[in-house]
């Protein structure tokens, strides 16, 4: 499936939501996609894109950057506090503050930096204990407890559970922003981004649909 594919999909589910036609934001998923992938999507104007790993983000756009401009990068996986200067200063958005620690962490940097990228919280909707995120219960607290810090919350994020229904997560998550008065959704994936949209997300996270499937590097 073609860029252009899934941007009409986009506008489609916005249309049929009755949402106002670019208030969805895609970024493009690029972890672990040749330079080559990446590089054809830039070329065909695109300029969102998604990185799990602050190291892998490191070494591939730098360079993409003095080759384009606009560039908006988002840190999608999880961020290790030793690592969260290097995502600071590489990222636009950072989608997985999940942690007082980190939220600590990142308001120290952002008084020594000057600025912030937009953050975002990550609540683990489907409360699995393999999967990093606040837990719905306790996302009221930390909302709070980020804004005291002065931190930038734009929004909230979850991935849902792979077996459960993901409307059920994205409805919740939802909920959580709107009693918080936060706007920023970041929710929906490849193969359930429609349903997102119809539930209120703002930026929806693809990336096999666009670049085909990840290439791995071999050990």
């Known amino acids: 499936m073609s860029l252009s594919e899934i941007s009409a999909r986009i506008a489609k589910a916005e249309a049929k939501a009755g949402r106002a036609a670019g ?3 895609l970024i493009a998923v690029s972890k672990v996609q040749p330079n080559e992938r990446v590089q054809d999507v830039l070329e065909q104007g695109h ?3 998604g990185e799990n790993r602050v190291q892998e983000a490191a070494g591939k756009w730098p360079a993409f950057k003095e080759q384009f401009a606009g560039i908006d990068l988002h840190l999608i996986g999880p961020l290790q506090t030793n690592k969260a200067r290097q995502a600071m200063e590489l990222c636009d958005a950072i989608h997985s503050v999940d942690r007082p620690k980190l939220a600590k962490t990142l308001a120290r940097l952002a008084q020594e930096l000057g600025s912030s990228p937009d953050l975002f919280i990550q609540v683990n909707t ?3 204990e393999q999967k990093a995120g606040i837990l719905p219960a306790d996302a009221d607290g930390f909302i709070a407890e980020c804004r ?3 931190l930038p919350v ?3 994020m979850c991935i849902p559970p792979v077996e459960e229904e993901p409307a059920l997560h994205f409805a ?3 909920k959580i922003a709107a009693r918080n008065d936060l706007k920023g959704l970041s929710m929906g994936m490849s193969g359930d981004f429609e349903q997102a949209i ?3 997300a703002t930026h929806v996270r693809v990336g096999s649909a666009i670049f085909g499937e ?5 050990e």
């Open 214 to 218: 990840r290439v791995r590097p071999q």
């Open 154 to 156: 734009r929004g909230l």
């Open 47 to 49: 300029r969102c894109f």
């Open 148 to 150: 005291t810090l002065d």
């Open 198 to 200: 119809a539930l209120g």
């Open 126 to 128: 489907g409360e699995e």
């Open 172 to 174: 919740l998550l939802a």
């Open 23 to 25: 208030s969805v934001k």
